[in-house]
């Protein structure tokens, strides 16, 4: 086991600090400006500032040439405290509104003292900890302007959030400035309009709108994963999208998770549009009595569920408040539970490397402060995933006090071809929600006993799995994932009866393929073929037609030549 990365390491301080460096910048350019907060982050940081105008993209090179002459002053981060009484009356004096709300909160909570960084002539509330001096921070760039809500809640004000990030040396700066300009390139959000897989509208924000091209990409991971869960003895179910508020309090979502949900009333009951699909499947569980001799059951259902998302953090298909699970909930004996999740690991690791992602961490969180159940309950989750974890001798960071409310948990990461992380699946053992819904089995003794459900997920959503797989293959799907595998390019019309031949004998062995039409230059053509990522290119000209072949040009990779179509098949088939 290795413990996670610390975040308060030497990177996560020089970005806190340049966050603070930024602080006085913006201060320095707005006198008036009201500060919130300014966390170091993965990526970098940022900060969050009530200002009297709306920044624009022409205001960063400005606050960077300040920020860049508060760190040439190497000016010491000095740490001071104040008792709490005293520090309210510093924020007020100085007139920094969201501190106050800070301080105050920390009152309730008991703080006695709060702390406080100064360099140079900025102050600012903070915990810490900094590098010793500005000069520290090294290489740093501000990268972005956006709105956030004040405390992540849209009945708060709307504050004006800075990104930047921040290096020990400029190498890593431009290395990671490279990285981010290939990123833009491979936005799946971009590639997804040029290719014509997805889209958003208006008429209904957070919604994704599937393009036929798109759905056949939907469609395929669906299809491919629905015989992977056959092979292992899965059982597909299916659960409505609306149900019972009164299911919801029963599950504990309605404690936990009310504020992401969406309600509607039908026939003068309330009623929940479902965020998670393990309520509905427990009441199929449930819909008869069920032997020691049946379990595990496993339950696999690619359920449709609706979460409320701000509009702030809306991201295509990263971030959406419609999106499909690959959900499936196993319920077993609790001497069965490590044996279940040995399986579940393998299969969530098979399942990404035919994906094509064979780097990956894995993550065991535990239980969070908002959370349901006993500590007897916990102790014996959190200890079987942690011996699964050790007989498969897997490497995992300890992520304390991040479970989900009613479970310990496994997360899986992986990094795509940026080498950008991404947390996809999840294995959550509980004990919590069966003990709610009184579920049970019987066992070789005949009597009542009660299972543990285990909750898994592989892909996640599928919605943001098929954008991380976009970006991943900068749009150049493989081979069976892409919506067109083929296309024909006749130099001129005259090509064009051959051409329609090739493409019948082509579609006959079920390769995907279209002819461009179109009265363009070959060239035009070619590049356009490249610019919709088309594996394979098949030019015919009068040379082809005479030989019976066609000159195929793949996406990737030389060029072929001239092959008879027989050839190209078998190409393509392998």
């Not at 290719?195 to 299809?223: A, C, T």
């Not at 049946?294 to 295509?316: A, Q």
């Not at 393998?346 to 402060?369: A, C, H, I, N």
């Not at 039409?517 to 037609?545: C, F, H, T, W």
Request: charged share 30%; hydrophobic share 40%; net charge positive.
């Amino acid at each position: 086991m290795r413990k996670k990365v610390d975040k308060q390491g030497y990177l996560a301080r020089i970005r806190h600090s340049a966050s603070h460096a930024l602080a006085a910048a913006v201060l320095e350019m707005f006198p008036e400006a009201k500060l919130a907060i300014g966390p170091a982050t993965a990526d970098g940081f940022y900060y969050d500032f009530e200002l009297p105008r709306t920044l624009i993209p022409e205001d960063l090179p400005i606050l960077e040439e300040k920020v860049n002459k508060f760190i040439k002053a190497n000016h010491k981060f000095e740490q001071s405290e104040m008792p709490t009484a005293k520090a309210l009356d510093f924020v007020k004096k100085v007139g920094q509104s969201y501190k106050v709300e800070l301080i105050n909160d920390l009152k309730k909570e008991g703080e006695k003292k709060i702390g406080f960084y100064k360099s140079g002539d900025f102050i600012d509330m903070c915990a810490g900890p900094h590098v010793k001096s500005t000069k520290e921070i090294g290489a740093f760039k501000l990268l972005s302007i956006a709105g956030a809500y004040w405390r992540g809640s849209e009945k708060n004000k709307m504050l004006q959030r800075i990104y930047g990030t921040a290096f020990a040396t400029q190498k890593e700066l431009d290395e990671y400035l490279k990285l981010l300009e290939e990123a833009k390139l491979r936005d799946h959000r971009k590639i997804g309009e040029e290719l014509e897989l997805f889209s958003f509208k208006d008429e209904s924000p957070g919604f994704p709108f599937w393009h036929p091209k798109g759905m056949f990409i939907y469609s395929q991971v669906e299809s491919w994963l629905r015989g992977k869960l056959k092979e292992h003895h899965y059982e597909e179910i299916k659960t409505p999208i609306i149900l019972s508020e009164e299911l919801w309090h029963r599950s504990g979502h309605w404690q936990n998770y009310k504020e992401n949900m969406y309600f509607t009333e039908i026939d003068g009951n309330s009623f929940a549009v479902k965020p998670m699909n393990c309520p509905g499947c427990i009441l199929v569980y449930n819909s008869r009595i069920h032997s020691y001799k049946e379990l595990p059951i496993k339950y696999s259902e690619l359920g449709l569920v609706h979460r409320h998302e701000l509009s702030g953090v809306l991201h295509g298909l990263f971030r959406v408040r419609a999106f499909t699970q690959d959900d499936a909930h196993v319920f077993v004996m609790p001497d069965q539970i490590e044996v279940e999740v040995i399986k579940l690991i393998d299969l969530t690791l098979e399942v990404y490397k035919y994906f094509g992602f064979k780097d990956f961490k894995l993550e065991l969180s535990t239980r969070p402060e908002k959370s349901i159940g006993s500590d007897e309950a916990w102790k014996k989750a959190e200890k079987a995933l942690t011996s699964a974890l050790k007989k498969k001798k897997i490497k995992y960071e300890l992520n304390p006090g991040d479970g989900a409310f009613y479970g310990p948990k496994i997360d899986f990461h992986i990094n795509d071809s940026l080498g950008r992380s991404w947390q996809l699946g999840t294995i959550q053992v509980d004990f919590s929600m069966p003990e709610r819904f009184d579920i049970r089995y019987t066992g070789a003794d005949m009597k009542q006993h009660r299972p543990v459900m285990i909750h898994r997920a592989i892909l996640g959503s599928l919605e943001r799995f098929i954008g991380i797989l976009i970006e991943h293959y900068a749009g150049a799907l493989p081979l069976w994932l892409s919506p067109v595998q083929a296309k024909i390019l006749p130099v001129s019309d005259k090509f064009m009866k051959y051409a329609g031949k090739v493409k019948k004998d082509l579609e006959k062995e079920d390769v995907r393929t279209e002819i461009d039409e179109r009265n363009e230059s070959l060239g035009k053509k070619i590049r356009d073929a490249e610019l919709q990522k088309i594996p394979y290119m098949l030019i015919v000209g009068e040379k082809e037609v005479k030989a019976k072949k066609i000159a195929v040009r793949p996406l990737k990779g030389k060029d072929l030549g001239s092959l008879t179509l027989d050839k190209l098949i078998k190409i393509i088939k392998t």
